[in-house]
């Protein structure tokens, strides 16, 4: 104990124990830190982070209230305070940290998805989407977000505009397989075969493993015309399938083309 009554020390202290991984052992430097310097945000911020680390949901949230408490304007503790409740579900209180965030730096894009995550996981779709669009507006290359809109546009039936929204998040990161296998899907159920056809075979490429995804493929082939391919891709998503519901629709599809008796 070469620092007993210096905050400063033991904050220090604490996180170089973090970083190599001792979290416990931090956790106690940063409480001591924080009994000797009651009115320093940091101790509490970092041991927030540290409990959060260690999925001490509850623990972590009261350290960054704490935090939140002794610096109000500091947006990082507000976020982690927002984000601790997110993973908690307790939805209306990470929106009240996201809204206060917001107040102290409008033109972050990040703030603002994360509102729309929380929104959208309490069923509000309608301001969900344009806590999206800004953050959209705001940094127009992030496909996450474009992929979070397309999804909430289609849970409210708005087929176009997710279309539209899964096409640009495509279009930004053309490796992301659920943007191609949202397309497939809603391509296929509006009969427009070969675009769903190229979305299925590129989420395919790119998630090879989907079992989602190869049920898609499989009927887009059969409706191609690609019989034997769209047989195999079925059998395969049948292996890959752990849901019995999907399972059986799988089956069913097989049972009728005469690739399975019944």
């Known amino acids: 104990e070469e620092h007993p009554d210096n905050p400063g020390a033991r904050l220090f202290l604490g996180l170089t124990l973090a970083q190599v991984g001792d ?44 935090a ?65 669009k800004e953050s959209a507006r705001l940094n127009p290359t992030d496909p996450l977000v474009r992929y979070a809109l397309g999804v909430v546009q289609e849970t409210k039936g708005r087929v176009n505009e997710a279309i539209g929204e899964f096409e640009a998040a495509a279009q930004l990161a053309p490796t992301m397989a659920a943007a191609h296998a949202k397309l497939g899907w809603l391509y296929y159920n509006k009969n427009q075969v070969p675009q769903a056809l190229e979305h299925f075979e590129k989420a395919s490429r790119h998630d090879p493993d989907d079992a ?17 391919e769209g047989i195999l891709s079925l059998k395969q998503a049948y292996q890959k399938e752990e849901r019995e519901d999907k399972k059986r629709l799988i089956r069913s599809v097989l049972v009728k083309v005469g690739a399975l008796s019944h």
Request: aromatic share 10%; proline share 5%; hydrophobic share 40%.
């Open 212 to 228: 989602q995804t190869l049920h898609g493929l499989g009927l887009a082939k059969l409706a191609s015309g690609k019989k034997d």
């Open 68 to 132: 939140v408490k002794l610096a109000p304007q500091d947006v990082r503790m507000r976020l982690n305070l927002g984000s601790a409740y997110y993973e908690q579900g307790i939805f209306e209180s990470a929106i009240a940290q996201y809204r206060e965030a917001l107040k102290l730096n409008p033109g972050d894009a990040y703030i603002h998805y994360n509102l729309g995550l929380a929104l959208a996981d309490q069923g509000r779709f309608e301001p969900a989407i344009a806590a999206y």
């Open 23 to 66: 979290l416990d052992g931090a956790s106690r430097e940063y409480k001591e830190s924080a009994r000797l310097a009651p009115d320093d945000p940091f101790p509490h911020y970092f041991h927030g982070q540290a409990l959060h680390t260690l999925d001490r949901l509850d623990m972590a949230i009261r350290e960054y209230r704490e």
